[in-house]
Nanobody
Framework: QVQLVESGGGLVQAGGSLRLSCAAS????????MGWFRQAPGKEREFVAA????????NYADSVKGRFTISRDNAENTVYLQMASLKPEDTGVYYC???????????WGQGTQVTVST
């Protein structure tokens, strides 16, 4: 089973950038597609981006296309989310998870808080 630890969140002004990291334990990390999700206050958790096990295929929510980039380093068991041109509506707790059939599975980590100020 893969265990996940997210980091890299913080407070940033609108238009700024952040890079999130998701460190995974477990020898099977490279076997899984991985995704980033976020949850804004009072809202359901939503999909942000996904990457195939090889890193060759990526997918993004319409709201972040052209601004966010997902990548992975299987040698380091880490998935990244580079976020640029941040908007206040990007505020939330960001989580990563393994994915199967286009859906997250397994236990969620503690997440990392991203706050974008105006």
């Amino acid at each position: 089973q893969v265990q996940l630890v997210e980091s890299g969140g913080g407070l940033v002004q609108a238009g700024g950038s952040l890079r999130l990291s998701c460190a995974a334990s477990g020898r099977t990390f490279s076997s899984y597609a991985m995704g980033w999700f976020r949850q804004a206050p009072g809202k359901e958790r939503e999909f942000v981006a996904a990457i195939s096990w090889s890193g060759g295929t990526t997918n993004y929510a319409d709201s972040v296309k052209g601004r966010f980039t997902i990548s992975r380093d299987n040698a380091e068991n880490t998935v990244y989310l580079q976020m640029a041109s941040l908007k206040p509506e990007d505020t939330g707790v960001y989580y990563c998870n393994a994915m199967r059939g286009g859906l997250p599975f397994g236990s969620w980590g503690q997440g990392t808080q991203v706050t974008v100020s105006t």
